[in-house]
């Protein structure tokens, strides 16, 4: 029988590769290790591993959860944000790398602010931005607001085990209505993607929740919303830092008046869309 990593791997990359999957290598390495407890470097750098008829079960139940669309990250249970294990299933988003670039961009702020920090993270999901936040800056308090309950379980649950509950907490809420004291930073990567692409997306997006997705007709229900009620939630000289699709951050910034907010730019991401919004409050 053909059980060592190697030959594993081999077959399976070319099965997910025959089934459409996107980096089927990649995938399949990364789910043989999740299987076997073994670092994925090490199945590549000794291929003649042997791997045991139960990790090779449990490989083959990923293997076809892959095939089936399912995000490698709900396969798995986790996905690395900024070297933090989130811990991520159907109720939430996969965060994004871009969106570690987001989580970046609010660090580079918050470096240049004094006081009492707190940071505001709308939409957030698996609470991958805010905890990140929460650690990286050790006084930090985090709010997070999210519409979805379900979401809201797994991102009190992440904050548990990152050690960070005592400073960061998730609130309900559909607007920045949902909150009274104003913050540092608002920093959010909201749903912003509009209505009509949603059917043409790969199935792996498809299998997340369809509320992380769709930002309205242009994508910009939300972040209108939040532009337009943000000021209220801001200090003096506190910034709205966003994530959205390409080609949206100039219009949304165009519309942000200039006796409410200086400084407006827009950034690159590293692929080069120009992706991220920031203005700070007059
Ligand atoms: C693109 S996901 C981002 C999740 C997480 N912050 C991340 O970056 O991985 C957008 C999140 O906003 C939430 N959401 C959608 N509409 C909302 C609204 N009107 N108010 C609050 N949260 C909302 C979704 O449930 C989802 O968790």
Not at 80 to 101: A, H, S, Y
Request: glycine share 10%; net charge positive; aromatic share 6%.
């Amino acid at each position: 029988m053909k059980t060592t990593a190697g030959r594993i791997l081999t077959e399976a990359a070319a099965r997910l590769a025959a089934g459409g999957v996107e980096e089927p290598a990649l995938n399949a390495q990364w789910l043989l290790a999740d299987a076997t407890g073994v670092e994925r470097l090490r199945l590549l750098a000794e291929p003649d591993t042997q791997v045991a008829p139960a990790a090779l079960k449990k490989f083959r139940a990923g293997l076809l959860q892959k095939e089936q669309g399912l995000p490698l990250a709900y396969i798995l249970g986790w996905q690395d944000f900024m070297g933090l294990r989130i811990n991520v299933d159907k109720r939430v988003l996969v965060p994004r790398p871009e969106t570690e670039e987001l989580a970046g961009h609010a660090a580079d702020f918050l470096l240049g602010r004094k006081g009492d920090l707190s940071v505001l993270d709308y939409g957030s999901g698996s609470g991958a931005i805010g905890l990140w936040l929460a650690r990286r800056f050790p006084a930090l308090r985090v709010t997070g607001v999210e519409i979805s309950a379900r979401a809201i379980n797994c991102s009190a649950d992440n904050a548990r085990e990152l050690g960070v509950a005592d400073r960061v907490k998730f609130v309900k809420g559909s607007t920045l209505a949902a909150v009274r004291s104003t913050f540092d930073a608002i920093v959010s990567n909201p749903p912003y993607i509009p209505t009509g692409v949603i059917p043409g997306l790969a199935p792996e997006v498809l299998s997340e929740p369809r509320v992380a997705l769709d930002g309205g007709g242009d994508g910009l229900d939300v972040a209108r919303m939040l532009v337009r009620l943000a000021p209220a939630r801001l200090k003096k000289g506190g910034a709205m830092i966003m994530e959205l699709g390409g080609g949206q951050a100039p219009r949304l910034l165009a519309a942000m008046p200039a006796a409410v907010w200086t400084g407006k730019k827009t950034f690159k991401d590293l692929c080069g869309v120009e992706r991220f919004l920031f203005a700070r409050k007059k």
